[in-house]
């Protein structure tokens, strides 16, 4: 049986070993464009090594300073974690907090059976006094171990961002291609904006936000070929499609579709009934690469 002072000792040996072992793997392998933040061993750590009647727990905390304490339960704090048996983790780790009198908002990891929690069957017998000698060694390799853990933490992460985040892409056309055509930041804010909220079957949004595009790039046109003394005081699509038809900037037909556009951004803008579907959004895109192709 695992004695407290072997425990004690075995923690001494294995705390700057372990803290070693993981911040010279993040060094080697993860320090090229992966945040910190993933990596929170490299930070100032303290350990809190708890010793009990039939298991350990290692509770690792921000700190200031890399540091380390042991603690042993009292009797009557057995059988209060004995009570805990059978209850999910969630609630165990949140009583056990309160018991050792720990923040949970400062815990960064917390392992029961401690760091070889994946192979309870070695916990006690590496921390034994007669396997000292190997747990320097050991406890540098399990730093790496956690360093490794922590990178395929990261790549989930990055994963799930990657599949939740909405594409900027437009499946009829493009879409970068004109945003590069227009050339101007806002546009391409609104645009992007619009086909990411398209994408996502959010078609009002990205209706609203195609008609500010639509907005923009009339005033753009404007600019590009009669100069800014020629724009309109307000930015209403119709004043700007006034302007355009008035030079013949545009001719009949594409001046008719940009006059049934105004409506739409009118509706989409604000409080009003019924749905807008895909249909409606496609032909606001539409409309705007053809715009875009008088930018020459």
């Known amino acids: 049986m695992l004695t407290f002072e072997e425990f004690e000792n075995g923690i001494n040996i294995f705390f700057p070993s372990f803290l070693e072992g993981y911040r010279e793997r993040f060094k080697k392998y993860y320090s090229n464009?992966?945040?910190?933040?993933?990596?929170?061993?490299c930070n100032p750590t303290k350990l809190t090594a708890v010793y009990s009647k039939k298991t350990c727990y290692f509770i690792f905390t921000d700190s200031e300073k890399d540091e380390f304490e042991t603690l042993k339960t009292t009797s009557n704090e057995d059988e209060k974690i004995d009570s805990l048996q059978q209850e999910p983790h969630h609630l165990v780790r949140r009583k056990l907090l309160e018991l050792f009198n720990i923040q949970d908002?400062?815990?960064?990891?917390?392992?029961?059976?401690?760091?070889?929690?994946?192979?309870?069957?070695?916990?006690?017998?590496?921390?034994?006094?007669?396997?000292?000698?190997?747990?320097?060694?050991?406890?540098?390799?399990?730093?790496?171990?956690?360093?490794?853990?922590?990178?395929?933490?990261?790549?989930?992460?990055?994963?799930?961002?990657?599949?939740?985040?909405?594409?900027?892409?437009?499946?009829?056309?493009?879409?970068?291609?004109?945003?590069?055509k227009v050339d101007t930041e806002s546009f391409r804010y609104e645009f992007e904006e619009s086909i990411k909220a398209y994408n996502t079957e959010l078609y009002l949004a990205a209706s609203a936000t195609a008609g500010i595009a639509l907005e923009n790039l009339l005033r753009i046109l404007i600019t590009h070929h009669l100069g800014a003394k020629a724009l309109p005081e307000k930015t209403y699509i119709w004043e700007s499609n006034k302007v355009l038809k008035k030079h013949r900037i545009v001719d009949g037909r594409l001046a008719g579709r940009i006059e049934s556009a105004s409506p739409i951004r009118n509706s989409t803008s604000h409080t009003n009934t019924g749905r807008v579907d895909k249909e409606t959004v496609d032909e606001t895109y539409r409309l705007i690469k053809d715009l875009v192709d008088l930018l020459t």
């Not at 464009?33 to 061993?41: A, D, Q």
């Not at 908002?105 to 916990?123: A, H, K, Y």
């Not at 956690?146 to 900027?168: G, T």
């Open 33 to 41: 464009g992966v945040e910190n933040k993933y990596f929170y061993f």
């Open 105 to 180: 908002s400062s815990v960064i990891e917390f392992d029961q059976n401690g760091w070889l929690d994946r192979r309870p069957d070695l916990f006690f017998l590496t921390f034994e006094e007669k396997n000292h000698h190997l747990l320097k060694d050991s406890s540098f390799e399990c730093g790496g171990m956690y360093a490794d853990w922590h990178y395929h933490s990261y790549e989930l992460e990055e994963a799930i961002k990657q599949s939740v985040k909405p594409s900027s892409e437009y499946q009829l056309f493009d879409a970068e291609a004109i945003m590069k």
